[in-house]
């Protein structure tokens, strides 16, 4: 009889666990999200000079408040990473949810409302960071929060990493890797910062999911020559010589390259395309062999980058005055390389291309080599039933960034890294990041927590 007892006992708390991770409250974790939200861009995080302890210190807070295990490493004094975990059973290696804490700097004088307010003006949330990235810090802390306070069973450990330095250095996720590696290195998938959504009116055309970035490979050209008074020029002086250089340089098409990811992206965005860019978009391997079409996407800058090495002409240095020609002239190139590419063989071709050896080249950034990750995973799979339950109409799809994030750090250690974020921003806000007035929608945020959250728990299962 006591054991009949026992069972339904057991059986009726084990129907009442199961209720209440079932029932979430949303509005109730929605309201808490934009409130967190407010509070996240509140700290001045710019780097430099960074001063990521205190968002650290931040999540630290709430971490503890609700039980979840986490340790702060201060790297440097001021600089920080926080790494936080809720176990799961073990069947399944973890997932990583990563975000940088560092923020670029902001000139107040130009923002509507202070960058560092988290002010709500008609719906949006002003501070820098908005979009880059503590929007997606913030919806990866509600993912831990509601997975304990739901006591959500999990296959696999989540592990909440937020590094510091990612906009200058990357001395953060560095450290960690050189330093912490043991904590996280067995881990399955990343999801971070860097997919590509395009929202248009109400509707969602395309929810671009990062798997690869391009690597910048900075380059510093030096020429030296005679230097003399500018009443009396000289013919080969290093100003003229490298504006030669400079002019080779820009006017050299570099090869077409097609990525296997970044075809699937022309294919599945063709519909998007005019009458007449639809088929040629579907058709990109053999549309890339008509050098019309190739001329028309090269001077398109959101197309353009895809398929080949840039080359951006930044900084350029000669004399401090008129008068003077200098003795050095030098330039600096932003040269992004393609997943798969060699430095080593791009300098020896853009050598032949400068054609004057006098001229010396010199790398002058930590390169780190491009990567990529594979489509075919439940990762990829998920975000793409979870986007289309909640946006019918998006197209999902693949997208290589022109830039770089932190995934291509810990694709090194075996991980698949996607950056992705369920946020759908117009081109007017996206023009925020980096620049003025950058802010994030009080919707974004709202269904942001919940989608993401869905996400990670279908992976989790």
């Known amino acids: 009889m006591l054991n009949k007892k026992l069972l339904v006992i057991v059986l009726l708390l084990l129907a009442s666990t199961a209720h209440a991770q079932t029932r979430i409250d949303w509005p109730r974790y929605q309201d808490s999200a934009v409130d967190l939200m407010q509070k996240y861009l509140r700290i001045n995080t710019s780097n430099p000079p960074g001063n990521e302890i205190e968002a650290a210190k931040w999540f630290k807070a709430i971490f503890d408040q609700n039980g979840i295990q986490n340790e702060i490493f201060e790297y440097a004094p001021g600089r920080a990473n926080i790494i936080a975990r809720i176990k799961g059973n073990g069947s399944k290696r973890p997932i990583i949810l990563l975000s940088h804490t560092d923020v670029v700097t902001a000139d107040a004088s130009a923002w509507e409302a202070d960058p560092f307010s988290g002010e709500i003006r008609q719906g949006t949330i002003f501070g820098r960071g908005a979009i880059d990235m503590k929007s997606v810090g913030l919806v990866q802390l509600m993912t831990m929060l509601i997975v304990k306070q739901q006591n959500i069973p999990l296959s696999r450990d989540l592990i909440f990493l937020a590094t510091a330095d990612e906009e200058v250095h990357d001395e953060g996720s560095i450290w960690m890797i050189a330093n912490k590696a043991e904590l996280f290195k067995d881990a399955e998938y990343l999801i971070t910062e860097g997919g590509d959504n395009l929202l248009e009116g109400s509707a969602v055309r395309y929810?671009?999911?990062?798997?690869?970035?391009?690597?910048?490979?900075?380059?510093?050209?030096?020429?030296?020559?005679?230097?003399?008074?500018?009443?009396?020029?000289?013919?080969?002086?290093?100003?003229?010589?490298?504006?030669?250089?400079?002019?080779?340089?820009?006017?050299?098409?570099?090869?077409?390259?097609?990525?296997?990811?970044?075809?699937?992206?022309?294919?599945?965005?063709?519909?998007?395309?005019?009458?007449?860019m639809r088929p040629k978009f579907a058709n990109i391997r053999e549309s890339l062999n008509d050098a019309a079409f190739v001329r028309e996407l090269s001077g398109q800058r959101e197309y353009n980058f895809l398929v080949r090495n840039t080359i951006s002409l930044t900084m350029l240095s000669g004399s401090k005055q008129t008068n003077v020609i200098p003795t050095v002239a030098t330039c600096n190139l932003d040269v992004r390389l393609l997943p798969g590419e060699k430095p080593e063989e791009f300098l020896a071709t853009l050598k032949t291309v400068i054609a004057d050896p006098t001229i010396k080249v010199e790398n002058v950034n930590t390169f780190k080599p491009p990567n990529s990750s594979p489509l075919d995973t439940e990762l990829f799979t998920i975000i793409s039933q979870v986007t289309k339950v909640n946006h019918p109409e998006a197209i999902v799809t693949t997208k290589m960034l022109s830039g770089y994030t932190e995934a291509q750090l810990y694709r090194q250690l075996g991980v698949v890294a996607y950056g992705w974020a369920p946020f759908y921003t117009t081109i007017e806000e996206n023009q925020g990041v980096h620049g003025n007035n950058e802010r994030i929608s009080v919707k974004n945020i709202r269904e942001g927590t919940r989608e993401f959250f869905e996400v990670v728990r279908q992976i989790s299962q």
């Open 207 to 276: 929810v671009g999911v990062d798997v690869a970035e391009k690597a910048p490979f900075w380059l510093q050209l030096t020429a030296t020559g005679q230097p003399g008074h500018g009443s009396r020029p000289i013919a080969d002086s290093a100003t003229n010589r490298l504006v030669r250089a400079m002019n080779r340089i820009i006017n050299w098409d570099t090869p077409i390259k097609l990525l296997p990811a970044v075809e699937k992206f022309f294919k599945d965005v063709a519909p998007l395309q005019s009458e007449s």
